[in-house]
Each structure stands twice: as structure tokens, then as C-alpha cells.
């Protein structure tokens, strides 16, 4: 069977279900530029899947070491075994006694959920259907029903809009109210009721909440995905065992690459005459620069810097607003609101120094500007 064409003339779900329908053993190749996804199937079963866009986040070992089910130390073993005996990763995790096979099944499901997941958002791309034999792990075998996929799949996409609403940022951080637990009288409270009805995965999640680990780190933690992670904590939102705590801004931290003394020396030589060549035009101004000099180079934009921060006060502003929103039911009347429940400083209120952002609140929407 000759498979191939674009996107544009078959949807995800109806390539995936045809080679599930007919039981088909292959890989499919999906391409959109220089991104590439790799679905593998056995008797129209999905056993495997692999990306070159997503990055580290897709690799088994590294997902294992953000959950903490291995250590930085114990991957490394492993890779040097994979590295002399070429077996999978998982297989080697479980013949170590690192890991049962429930928790590399675990992940692998999770991995084919979020590179499928995230296949549904594409718009344009060419894909490709090899009808091969596909190696299926020996120590752990594995597949998954395309019609199981792709139904919660397409549930994911349909849900997402209105968790997105609430769970809006991967650095949101996310704490258990004071007290919702404790007994009263000796008697318990209604989240300590309530408590005793969660599945597993949402006591798994609330375990893990402890009011300094962002939206992100929930998702690494739990191996359980973003939308399901997502899911459970608006559930526990709803319910009330947690509440927003704060948004935690990634900081920047500055990548500072070692050069040797002779690269230092090179890169002085040919900055300084650099330099001195520019010096020399200025001064001397010859006259074919002279046409460009005052239209050009006197124009140049040296506010550019500045806008980047006014970008950076409005992201922020903008982020406490959601947050002062989600917690109080509503939009502050005044941006001094803000400064009041310690979700910004003073000083990003103005874009410049006696200037202030305008805000306004009207039909429950706000309007920000400068």
C-alpha cells in the first residue's frame, strides 16, 4: 500500500485510523520542514514513537531523571550499557532492578500521547507510510489500540481551550490552603472527606504540590502529561484542595562559553581594528557616506532596549492580573491592587520614571496601555 500525500488532503486522525482499520505493520513519517515524527506500528497497533523537535524533553532517560525515579549517576551507567549491548534503554532500567516495567510502560504511553497530541496542531506537512517490519521490544512488549488513541486524543483537543483558561502558564505555581485539612472538633473537614474519593493519579498530583514547584515541574514529576496534569489540577482547583500561590518567572541565566588565551587575542586584533576603521569614518565623514549619514544613520531607533523592558512590565503586568483574577473572582479595580497582594513591584507600574501604564476596567475586561 502506497501511502503518502499532505496534511492538507488527510487529517492526522484519518491517516492513523487507516493504517489501525487496516492492521498494517510500518512507520510513518510525518514532515513539516525540518520537524520530523516517526510513528511505528505492528498489525496496525502503535508500539513507538520518536521526534527530532522536541528536543531532550522526549528522551526516556531524561524524563526519568525529572521524575526522580532515577539519579543523573544511574543514567549515565545505563547509557554506557546501551552504549556496548545497543539495547533499549527501558530493557536495561529493568534487567538493573532500576525500574519495574510498569514505570517504563508508563512513560512510554505518556511519550506517545504528547508527540501524537502535539501532531493534531499541525496545519501543513507531508507524511509517508513504509511497509516494514517494526523490532518490538522483547523484554517489554508493548502497543497501543489507534482507536483508543486517538479517541482520548481528540477528547485532549476538544478540552483543552477551557483548561487553558485556568492553567494558563507552565510557571504557575500552585499551594493547599492552610487549614482545609485539619479536623475540627474531631471532625473532619470536607476536603479531608473529599480527600478519601481522588484516584490515584490526583492523589498522586496533589502529593506533589508543595507550593514552591511550578505547573512544569507537576508535569515532569507525575509522568502522567500536560493535559492530564492539567485536568487533575483544575479538578483539585474546583474542589478546593489547592489554590494559585504566585507565578515563578524563569530566570536568565547566561551561558558563558570558555575561549582560549589565543581566540581572546584574535578576537581583540580584529575588534580593535574594527573600531578603528569606524573612528576613521566618523571623523574624517567622507563624501559617498555623506548622502546616508544624516538620513540614516542619525535615525537609528536607541529606544529599542527600552521597549524590550516595556515588553517584559506588560508580560508581568499582565501575568498578576490573570493571577489576582483567578484568586479574587475578578479584575482589580486600580494596577495599585497589584502592588497590594504582593504580585509586582511599584516600580513596574511606570514605563518611565513619573509616567504610569493606563489601565481601565469595562464589561469586566481590562484595557492596558502606555
Not at 573612528?279 to 544613520?297: E, H, T
Request: charged share 25%; hydrophobic share 45%.
Amino acid at each position: 500500500m502506497a501511502l503518502q500525500g499532505t496534511l492538507k488532503d488527510f487529517s492526522i486522525t484519518e491517516i492513523i485510523q487507516l493504517i489501525g482499520q487496516q492492521l498494517k505493520t510500518g512507520v510513518l513519517k510525518i514532515r513539516r520542514g525540518k520537524s520530523l515524527v516517526e510513528i511505528s506500528f505492528v498489525d496496525g497497533m502503535i508500539v513507538h514513537v520518536n521526534s527530532n523537535y522536541r528536543g531532550k524533553k522526549d528522551l526516556i532517560g531524561e524524563i526519568l531523571v525529572k521524575a526522580q525515579l532515577i539519579t543523573d549517576e544511574q543514567l549515565e551507567r545505563v547509557l554506557k550499557v546501551q552504549k556496548e549491548t545497543l539495547k533499549y534503554i527501558g530493557e536495561i532500567l529493568v534487567e538493573l532492578g532500576l525500574l519495574t516495567k510498569e514505570d517504563i510502560l508508563k512513560v512510554i504511553t505518556t511519550q506517545i500521547y504528547e508527540t501524537i497530541y502535539d501532531l493534531f496542531w499541525w496545519e501543513d506537512g507531508a507524511f509517508n507510510f513504509d511497509l516494514k517490519l517494526v523490532e518490538s521490544y522483547k523484554k517489554i512488549p508493548f502497543a497501543l489500540s489507534t482507536e483508543q488513541v486517538l479517541l482520548n486524543i481528540l477528547r485532549m483537543v476538544d478540552e483543552w481551550s477551557e483548561i487553558e483558561k485556568k492553567i494558563f502558564s507552565p510557571h504557575l505555581v500552585f499551594r493547599k490552603p492552610l487549614g482545609a485539612e485539619e479536623k475540627s472538633a474531631g471532625v473532619l473537614s470536607p476536603q479531608s472527606l473529599m480527600r478519601e474519593k481522588l484516584t490515584s493519579e490526583q492523589e498522586l498530583v496533589l502529593n506533589i504540590i508543595d507550593g514552591t514547584r511550578t505547573v512544569q515541574e507537576i508535569i515532569d514529576r507525575c509522568l502522567l502529561g500536560k493535559f492530564n496534569t492539567s485536568e487533575i489540577l483544575l479538578n483539585l482547583m474546583e474542589m478546593g484542595f489547592i489554590e494559585v500561590a504566585g507565578i515563578r518567572t524563569p530566570s536568565l541565566v547566561k551561558k558563558v562559553r570558555m575561549i582560549n588565551f589565543r581566540e581572546t587575542l584574535t578576537f581583540v586584533y580584529y575588534g580593535a581594528f574594527l573600531i578603528l576603521i569606524f573612528l576613521l569614518l566618523i571623523y574624517f565623514k567622507p563624501n559617498f557616506l555623506r548622502l546616508f549619514w544624516d538620513s540614516k544613520i542619525e535615525r537609528v531607533n536607541i529606544e529599542a532596549p527600552a521597549l524590550f523592558v516595556h515588553r517584559a512590565q506588560l508580560d508581568r503586568i499582565k501575568s498578576a492580573l490573570e493571577i489576582f483574577y483567578l484568586e479574587r473572582g475578578a479584575y482589580p479595580q486600580k494596577l495599585e491592587e497589584l502592588v497590594t497582594a504582593r504580585l509586582i513591584r511599584k516600580s513596574d507600574l511606570f514605563y518611565r520614571k513619573g509616567v504610569s501604564y493606563q489601565y481601565e476596567l469595562k464589561d469586566e475586561k481590562y484595557i492596558l496601555k502606555h
